[in-house]
């Protein structure tokens, strides 16, 4: 990783298109074509690897709560697409992954990684990046794990969710560890202390 052009949050999302495997089939995505939705795009190592198929099914099994929030989750390592294939044909008790119900994008050029400066140069594959990217394309939150321990997805949802009621009541922030249902603050001197007295 570089610290030259690092994406920041607030800025747009790089775009792209790539063969990825959904319902064990190769398509053509592109991330412009989810705006109007909020995408989760992690980046992961590679296939049949450890700690990866973790993270990959708890994404999955979390996925109905993803597209109840108008989300899209997005997968993407530099493997190959017959390489994802592969991985979802084979048996989660034999280190595969299943079926899953959202894309894993091949980016076997490593453009993609490179453009979201998660690529590891001297391993050849992305860290654990991971971008929530808005309905307009805007990078809302950025994260990024190194290669031996993976990620939480119950944080994932708590931030989307965070993100997502600020941007429906922008006269309102999310305090620390906020939670949907939470009480939220007024950032003006004299209305946060209704908070502040309340903590």
């Known amino acids: 990783m570089t610290t030259e052009g690092r994406l920041q949050v607030g800025q747009p999302a790089p775009d792209f298109t790539a063969t990825a495997v959904i319902d064990q089939e190769f398509q053509t995505k592109r991330l412009s074509s989810y705006r109007g939705k909020y995408v989760v795009l992690f980046f992961y190592p590679l296939d049949f690897t450890?700690?990866?198929?973790?993270?990959?099914?708890?994404?999955?099994?979390?996925?109905?709560?993803?597209?109840?929030?108008?989300?899209?989750?997005?997968?993407?390592?530099?493997?190959?697409?017959?390489?994802?294939?592969?991985?979802?044909?084979?048996?989660?008790?034999?280190?595969?992954?299943?079926?899953?119900?959202?894309?894993?994008?091949?980016d076997i050029k490593k453009e993609i990684s490179t453009a979201y400066n998660v690529l590891d140069p001297e391993a050849g594959v992305a860290l654990r990046g991971l971008f929530i990217v808005d309905k307009e394309g805007i990078i809302q939150y950025s994260t990024v794990n190194n290669l031996s321990f993976g990620r939480s997805v119950e944080e994932t949802l708590r931030t989307l969710k965070a993100i997502k009621h600020v941007q429906t009541h922008p006269d309102e922030v999310c305090p620390v560890d906020w939670k949907e249902g939470d009480r939220t603050m007024i950032p003006d001197p004299v209305k946060a202390k209704v908070y502040f007295s309340a903590v």
């Open 50 to 106: 450890f700690v990866c198929p973790t993270e990959i099914i708890a994404f999955n099994n979390h996925y109905d709560e993803f597209t109840k929030l108008n989300t899209e989750v997005l997968g993407v390592s530099v493997d190959s697409e017959f390489s994802h294939l592969a991985w979802i044909q084979t048996d989660r008790k034999e280190g595969g992954i299943g079926d899953i119900n959202y894309p894993l994008i091949s």
